[in-house]
């Protein structure tokens, strides 16, 4: 049942629920065609996979321009001030 107490299982299955929520209030209360809520089902799915196939290619342009900049490119925390250790 620990499951269940995983903060991202917890916030997909509240999603899903709302949004299963919404789509029966559009259809049974405003008279929305079923047609209407499978295009949008099926063009959100779509865009969702877009989303995660652009951060893939994302990803990619990331490690090559990292590596060509090397691997030890001075970074934001190399140009901080000696005296600024740690608290």
Known sequence: MRFYRD???RRFVSGSAFAAAFIYVAVRFF???WEVVKVFV???ILF???LIVL???GSIVLAL???MRGRHAESLLD????DS???
């Open 7 to 9: 903060p991202l299982v």
């Open 31 to 33: 008279d929305v065609d």
């Open 42 to 44: 099926i063009f959100s």
């Open 48 to 50: 969702v996979i877009g």
């Open 55 to 57: 951060g893939f290619f």
């Open 65 to 67: 321009i990292r590596r």
């Open 79 to 82: 140009r901080l001030p000696e």
């Open 85 to 87: 250790e740690r608290r």
